[in-house]
């Protein structure tokens, strides 16, 4: 009797331990989150799937060699008059479906970089595949812009991928919802990566957002300060002293990044979660255009 209750406790020892949810930690890095041009130069064709994110039309025009063109306005949906939202998971699935990816795949994310919301656009897309299960997502420092700008070597020859099904688990701990953040916001880091201007208030809310200012509670971190005037990442120092600064020290309380709609957010978001291992740290997607259009969410004006 004894031997037997003591194999019932195995087994269900067992099936606690193999069944467990999914944590941020089972998805493993393996190449690193920001590459430079250099590196993708010296490792094309050494099983590194090049996703360029520009239209199709800048695609054909010329594009990093094996690259495949998916536009990054792809990656996101408008629903119930929110912008900038997650496509549902099915229809999310195929996407990465149709561009061969697995798991397992190593990814470089290339972009224009002109701008501000250009590389907030690509982190947005590594966010989503992280979202997705893949763990192994980079993003080209300064983008095709720089690319380009060194002469390097260029084609006009279209890529189509071998279309491959998707069954990667959900890495649902990168993912803030509304409810999510009213249940924390008293003992989590709210970060809210808009510019100051937006953040205390003094603009005019833009028209997918009902009020100005900012979650109660919220520090301001603001995406473009993350990066230099040629459109590079700051170097690492740099960005770990800002978030030290505004954030504090890593720690397993739980940072919740927003912004307007969504896609500056993803810019600090990548930065703490996955080049500073802050742990803990989700991306609120209503971010301040859903928050706003209730009426009881605490929002703050003019204060830091």
Known sequence: MTRYYCMSLMIISILA?????????????????????????ANLN?????????????????????????????????????????PE???????????????ASRIVLVNTAENDFDRAQTARVAWTLIYAGIANVAILDGGYNRWIAEGR???KESVT???????????QSVLASKNFVSSHMFYSRIIDSRIPEDFFG????????????????AVNLPAPWAFTSDGLYKDRDTIAAM??????????????????????????????????????????????????????APVQKYTW
Not at 17 to 39: C, G, L, M, Y
Not at 63 to 84: E, F, K, M, Q, Y
Not at 161 to 171: E, K
């Open 17 to 41: 331990f193999t069944t467990k949810p999914i944590q941020a930690n089972d998805f493993q890095r393996k190449i690193d989150p920001i590459v430079s041009t250099e590196w993708l130069a």
């Open 46 to 86: 050494k099983g590194i799937k090049i996703i360029d994110l520009r239209s199709s039309d800048d695609y054909a025009t010329g594009h990093i060699t094996s690259s495949v063109n998916s536009p990054a306005d792809g990656w996101w949906v408008t629903r119930d008059n929110l912008l900038l939202e997650l």
């Open 89 to 103: 998971e099915e229809d999310l699935r195929a996407k990465i479906g149709e561009l061969g990816i697995n798991a």
């Open 153 to 155: 070597v260029l084609s």
């Open 161 to 171: 991928p071998q279309i491959a099904v998707y069954n990667g688990p959900f890495n």
């Open 202 to 217: 003094v603009t005019t809310p833009p028209e997918f957002t009902e009020k100005s200012g900012h979650i109660a509670g």
């Open 243 to 296: 978030a030290r600064g505004v954030v504090g020290l890593p720690s397993y309380r739980k940072n919740i990044v927003y912004c307007g709609v969504g896609g500056f957010a993803a810019t600090w978001w990548y930065l703490l979660s996955e080049v500073l291992s802050y742990p803990n740290t989700s991306l609120y997607d209503g971010s301040i255009q859903e928050w706003t259009l209730d009426p009881r």
